[in-house]
């Protein structure tokens, strides 16, 4: 047994490393039933931000994934991050049985009012790396049907998927390229993708979709590029972006 490394030896990274590995001979022994599993968890605790999909990423990296065979990853993954979002929906009906009854009433009318354009932004939340549960938990106090929330969490979640399995492949050939290992390189996804979720959770997302549906998807980029500037610490920046947005419409034209 070697001796333990001296104090001050051991590297930050290793613990980092330890858990990567865990976490990918786990899926890796488990195949389908470990990616949907990672899935679940990954999305089943409301608010948390688990890197699952880097995980999946690195995971199908390793295996050289065919075209079918990332389809149904796709598919089975989806099921359990869609699955895992069911459990923060039902974290939102639960939290409506402790609600006046006038502010859930509200809630369910404006569920009814609002369906067509719920489900596209549902499945919108889903495909795209937002901080969904910010929309999901109320949809459950408004008691959103439950099936139509399904699928279209579903449809998004397999898309999002598979985009991730798609990176992972073409990031492994770049990695190969550098001689970089398999554990190096799924600690470089994984904490990529751990910075990029923590800028997209600072971020305001509702001033960005009031943005959007009040005066449309440029001013929303502008608005967009302000929080993302804020999110990343330009504050310079972001003070630019924010005298622009601040000037009346049509003015410097």
């Given amino acids: 047994m070697p001796p333990p490394a001296p104090f001050g030896k051991r590297s930050l990274g290793d613990p980092i490393e330890d858990l990567t590995k865990t976490l990918l001979s786990l899926t890796e022994r488990y195949g389908l039933f470990g990616v949907f ?116 969490v579903w449809l998004g979640k397999i898309i999002i998927t598979f985009l991730s399995i798609a990176f992972g ?7 190969e390229e550098y001689n970089v290992n398999a554990t190096e390189s799924a600690i470089i996804l994984i904490v990529a993708t751990v910075v990029l979720m923590v800028i997209i959770g600072r971020m305001d997302w509702a001033r960005i979709a009031i943005a959007l549906s009040q005066r449309g998807t440029l001013y929303a980029l502008y608005v967009m590029s302000d929080e993302l500037a804020k999110a990343i610490g330009l504050k310079w920046l972001a003070r630019k972006i924010s005298s622009l947005l601040s000037k009346p419409e049509g003015a410097g034209h």
């Fill in 37 to 152: 599993l990672i899935s679940f968890v990954g999305n089943a605790i409301p608010y948390a931000t688990v890197p699952y999909l880097a995980l999946i990423a690195a995971l199908a990296a390793q295996k050289s994934l065919t075209l079918p065979e990332a389809v149904l990853w796709s598919v089975v993954g989806g099921l359990g991050a869609a699955l895992g979002k069911v459990v923060v929906y039902l974290t939102g009906v639960g939290t409506s049985e402790l609600l006046p009854e006038k502010v859930r009433k509200n809630f369910e009318l404006f569920s009814k009012i609002a369906q067509r354009g719920i489900f596209v932004a549902v499945f919108l939340f889903a495909a795209l790396p937002l901080p969904d549960d910010v929309l999901y938990v109320p949809l459950g106090v408004a008691r959103y049907p439950l099936i139509k929330f399904f699928f279209a």
């Fill in 169 to 175: 492949n073409a990031y492994s050939r770049i990695m």
